[in-house]
């Protein structure tokens, strides 16, 4: 059974007069496990694509279904739950806090799960995953004295703090050099085949894109092929 | 480490991102609230005097010579020591009036310093120990008993004039010495700084000549009606059936006073209103640009799982720590304005009720609910429009 069912949506956005379809009639199914690379050039609908995977936007038209669990019909909460979750979000652009220490913006997701968190095992899951990201020395630094690849690699930590099923990244490694975006490459391939989570991953790398287990090609907000 | 990271701990730091503008809305508060918290307290502390004055009374009307409203005002209002006088006779004639339940009388000598007695300028009143009902209660209260000839009992102010307090003194008055046997409550009336005595001792002020008032003259009659009877009947049948007098309703005594509060009070009020709007407008246009800075770290905290409910959280702690830390500044600045000014307010000082601890509790309660209730609402839209931030439009932005 396919974990992520994606049937015809399109997302429409209304432009003055003009409507404009960002993603249009996609369909995609995605198994538990797998490692799927995006690509296609800007505007192509990729982002708004994995938005609307990650309940990040409502699609205008079809469904999408998360394990059996039509996604676009829930409320609002709901869809908070399931991003805090079941998703892990990489965004393209640094999206930390200003004010957090690194340590904090690693705490941030957890803040918003169901229930109380027990007291020490959150924050030593930070110190754990800061240390898989090789910034052990900047856990208490806050982004602000922090490289916009360092700043990177701390968001790639938070997203999987809430221990997610999916993690969802926008060109994740856009501000790495090439050995970090290595290293980094190297982290997710070893989450997905150990901790069974499933990347899809929006990226300009064809190198990186080669190493997923699925390419998926996107132009004007359609699937060219897989 | 991790258990002092809360959402809370998150607005808090908000609030210390930007000290000056954090320390000008809570300077908004604050002067919001201190200006309701003294509006309050004043309007109050007045009312409350001027209905413990009016009470004190204890007549339904208080019947003066043609003429002489103004005059008895003046006595029980302002202080102004001035004189009128009409004939004795007419107590009966009043006390035969339908209607008329109980009638005293008190006639009001000027003393002028240095011309006739020992005491400074005050009044002198005279009243009847038989029929009184206005005087006397007090009197029970703080002597335990009637004043006899040649001994008098000074109100509040005179009694710091002449120095009286734990023992007696005696004072020479239109050439006779009476004995001051004890001090009356303060009232609030011009009465406070007038000296009291039985008017058994008016023939001998007359016998030593001091004083232009003839023999079984008056200058006010108090009234007190029966229970049920019409009020305003009964004030119309006195000043239709004897033309000599002039009839003022208790509640009618402090009317200028009165009128002159209500106007002092609409200042406050306006001021209020203004600096209420003031501070709404202030903590839209701080919020508003709050939110604007802050949409995209909204965004993310939507991203990562935040619910609206979360991002109400953090905003609604830093509108109540704003708030209550204005308001709190508010409450002590407008309750020490309070207190300095009903030293320095001429219309203050002479007040005779100062307002209990549980009214300047509940005044602050007032002002902390108040100030933090502005500053919520003036929050609302902006955060209103920032929870429902769909995370997409904040991502598309980068």
């Known amino acids: 059974m396919a974990q992520i069912i994606v049937q015809n949506v399109t997302k429409?956005?209304?432009?003055?007069?003009?409507?404009?379809?960002?993603?249009?009639s996609v369909s995609l199914s995605v198994e538990r496990g797998d490692f799927i690379s995006i690509?296609?050039?800007?505007?192509?609908?990729?982002?708004?694509?994995?938005?609307?995977?990650?309940?990040?936007?409502?699609?205008?038209?079809?469904?999408?279904?998360?394990?059996?669990?039509?996604?676009?019909?829930?409320?609002?909460d709901q869809l908070s739950e399931y991003r805090n979750e079941k998703?892990?979000?990489?965004?393209q652009f640094a999206s930390l806090l200003p004010l957090l220490t690194v340590r904090e913006n690693l705490l941030l997701p957890?803040?918003?799960?169901?229930?109380?968190?027990?007291?020490e095992e959150p924050s030593s899951k930070a110190i754990d995953l800061i240390r898989m990201v090789g910034l052990a020395d900047k856990i208490e630094a806050y982004p602000s004295q922090l490289s916009g690849g360092q700043q990177r690699r701390v968001a790639i930590a938070r997203a999987f703090m809430n221990r997610p099923d999916v993690i969802l990244a926008d060109e994740p490694t856009g501000d790495l050099d090439e050995d970090t975006e290595r290293d980094m490459m190297?982290?997710?391939?070893?989450?997905?085949?150990?901790?069974?989570?499933t990347f899809i991953m929006v990226t300009h790398n064809s190198d990186l894109a080669k190493r997923s287990h699925r390419v998926i090609r996107m132009q004007q907000g359609s699937i060219l092929g897989q | 480490m991790s258990d002092q990271f809360t959402l809370n701990s998150m607005a808090l730091r908000n609030l210390r991102r930007r000290p000056l503008r954090t320390a000008i809305l809570i300077a908004a508060l604050t002067l919001m609230v201190s200006a309701l918290v003294f509006a309050l307290s004043f309007v109050m502390r007045v009312n409350a005097s001027i209905r413990l004055t009016s009470e004190r009374l204890g007549a339904d009307l208080l019947i003066v010579p043609t003429g002489s409203r103004g005059s008895a005002e003046d006595i029980l209002v302002e202080n102004r020591a001035t004189s009128f006088y009409m004939d004795r006779s007419l107590v009966d004639r009043v006390r035969k009036i339908e209607g008329v339940d109980k009638v005293s009388y008190q006639t009001y000598l000027v003393t002028l310093t240095g011309l006739c007695c020992?005491?400074?300028?005050?009044?002198?009143?005279?009243f009847d120990q038989d029929s009184d009902f206005v005087v006397t209660p007090w009197l029970k209260e703080k002597l335990g008993r009637r004043l006899k000839k040649g001994e008098a009992i000074v109100g509040s102010e005179s009694a710091f004039n002449i120095n009286l307090g734990l023992v007696e003194v005696d004072a020479m008055l239109f050439g006779s010495v009476f004995r001051m046997v004890g001090v009356l409550d303060k009232t609030g009336t011009g009465l406070d700084t007038a000296v009291f005595i039985s008017d058994e001792n008016i023939d001998d002020i007359l016998k030593n000549g001091k004083m232009t008032i003839k023999a079984g003259q008056v200058s006010v009659i108090f009234a007190r009606i029966k229970k049920g009877e019409d009020l305003y009947k009964v004030m119309s049948d006195i000043e239709n059936s004897i033309i000599e007098v002039d009839v003022v309703m208790r509640r009618d005594v402090n009317k200028g006073l009165i009128s002159t509060l209500g106007d002092i009070?609409?200042?406050?009020?306006?001021?209020?209103?203004?600096?209420?709007?003031?501070?709404l407008f202030l903590v839209w246009a701080i919020f508003t640009a709050i939110a604007n800075e802050r949409t995209r770290e909204v965004g993310i905290m939507r991203a990562l799982g935040a619910k609206e409910k979360d991002v109400i959280n953090v905003f609604l702690v830093e509108?109540?720590?704003?708030?209550?830390?204005?308001?709190?500044?508010?409450?002590?600045?407008?309750?020490?304005?309070?207190l300095v000014m009903a030293k320095t307010f001429s219309i203050l000082k002479n007040l005779p009720v100062d307002l209990t601890v549980l009214t300047r509790v509940g005044i602050g309660a007032a002002g902390l609910a108040f100030g933090t209730g502005v500053c919520a609402l003036g929050a609302l839209f902006p955060v209103q429009r920032l929870k429902k931030l769909e995370p997409l439009f904040v991502i598309k932005q980068e």
């Open chain 1, 39 to 76: 690509v296609g050039h800007s505007g192509s609908g990729k982002t708004t694509l994995l938005s609307l995977i990650g309940g990040i936007t409502n699609p205008s038209s079809g469904s999408i279904s998360f394990e059996d669990r039509d996604i676009s019909s829930l409320t609002s």
């Open chain 2, 265 to 279: 009070s609409k200042i406050f009020y306006l001021t209020l209103i203004l600096s209420t709007a003031l501070s």
């Open chain 2, 118 to 126: 020992s005491v400074p300028s005050s009044m002198v009143v005279a």
């Open chain 2, 319 to 338: 509108v109540l720590v704003l708030g209550v830390i204005g308001s709190i500044i508010g409450i002590m600045a407008g309750t020490a304005l309070s």
């Open chain 1, 12 to 24: 429409a956005y209304q432009v003055g007069a003009q409507t404009i379809n960002a993603v249009s």
């Open chain 1, 186 to 197: 190297n982290f997710f391939l070893l989450m997905n085949r150990d901790a069974g989570i």
């Open chain 1, 87 to 91: 998703i892990g979000f990489m965004f």
């Open chain 1, 110 to 119: 957890t803040l918003f799960s169901k229930g109380e968190p027990s007291r």
